[in-house]
């Protein structure tokens, strides 16, 4: 596969952009773009390498359109790439953007393997852009808000369990994506401040990526085995809410009742779970990907105009807790018709 993605990298190309076509969530459903700038196709005649780490998980799938989407709009030539999730291949992949001597890049999501793909892009005069990837030799990233919205999601599991009792954690990607260890350290700050009745279990749980609700699900059936009803309240999945759909599953298998579900994402799937009568997932973040990306692609249209861009561009959480703001939540963003 490897082999044919960089002897033909055409057919990368039209792949992708058969991709940006094909998401799974219809426009109808897609969250808020970004604000636009206020110039006629400031990328008329640009190619804009556009790499996304992969399209499996809800949010990479809205960033990834929403980046293309602008990109067309501003009157730019996307060329797409998509890592399949495999962040060796996503690094490898920004070497067709070099090859094909791109305008500028935007590169979605990623662990540091990337970064020195993005120093080459960088040193050859091809500006980078990064869409929830902070990186030295990217002129800008946009991104949520992670601090605020982990203090938020700090709040909401404070109240949900009334400021008292045990909670397990899923933090795999905490040391490994930046974003991650924002968002867990500040829940885990906030909880510390204002509620200090609530402890972290120990050892921290570790989710995969690969079929992550099924791993999770796994995990938490043992986890509830080796604490009983009253020894634990809460279960938190720090970085993202796919796992925390196999322990809403685990928890409800196991006929307890007993203990609350939080996690950071709020895409359709988990919103609607969150919104069911006495669902044990009771807190949420609610993340603007199409709008984060938007905003990225802009500040490359932005860019060409020869305009200050600062380094970050912060996009707004939306806190969600118990299945009235679920409910509310996913109206609003448009995830239910």
């Known amino acids: 596969m490897r082999k044919s993605l960089f002897a033909l990298p055409a057919i990368v190309v039209a792949a992708g952009l058969a991709l940006a076509g094909c998401s799974t969530v219809s426009s109808d459903a897609a969250a808020p773009n970004g604000e636009g700038v206020d110039a006629s196709q400031p990328l008329a005649g640009k190619t804009i390498g556009i790499a996304v780490v992969g399209t499996q998980h809800f949010w990479d799938r809205e960033a990834f359109q929403g980046a293309v989407d602008e990109v067309t709009r501003l009157g730019g030539t996307p060329l797409t790439t998509d890592g399949n999730r495999d962040n060796t291949l996503h690094a490898q992949n920004h070497d067709i953007f070099l090859a094909q001597n791109v305008d500028a890049v935007i590169t979605i999501l990623g662990d540091a393997s990337v970064d020195p793909k993005l120093q080459q892009l960088h040193d050859a005069g091809i500006p980078v852009f990064g869409v929830d990837h902070a990186s030295e030799w990217a002129v800008n990233n946009a991104q949520s808000d992670n601090e605020v919205g982990g203090t938020a999601l700090g709040k909401i ?181």
Request: charged residues 20%; proline residues 6%; contains cysteine.
């Open 157 to 337: 599991t404070g109240d949900a369990l009334g400021g008292t009792g045990n909670v397990a954690v899923f933090n795999a990607f905490g040391t490994s994506l930046s974003f991650c260890g924002e968002r867990y350290d500040a829940w885990k700050n906030e909880l510390s401040t204002d509620y200090p009745g609530i402890k972290l279990i120990e050892p921290e749980l570790a989710e995969q990526f690969a079929n992550a609700p099924d791993d999770a699900r796994q995990q938490t059936l043992a986890l509830l085995e080796k604490y009983p009803a009253g020894t634990i309240q809460g279960i938190h999945v720090a970085c993202w809410d796919q796992p925390a759909i196999g322990v809403v599953q685990a928890i409800e298998d196991s006929g307890r009742t007993d203990v609350k579900v939080t996690a950071f994402d709020a895409g359709p799937d988990t919103l609607e779970i969150m919104s069911e009568p006495n669902s044990p997932f009771v807190g949420n973040i609610a993340q603007l990907p199409r709008k984060i990306a938007t905003i990225s692609a802009d500040n490359v249209g932005k860019y060409f105009l020869g305009e200050e861009i600062e380094k970050v561009s912060y996009v707004d959480t939306i806190p969600v807790a118990g299945p009235d703001e679920a409910t509310a939540v996913a109206k609003e963003l448009g995830y239910t018709q």
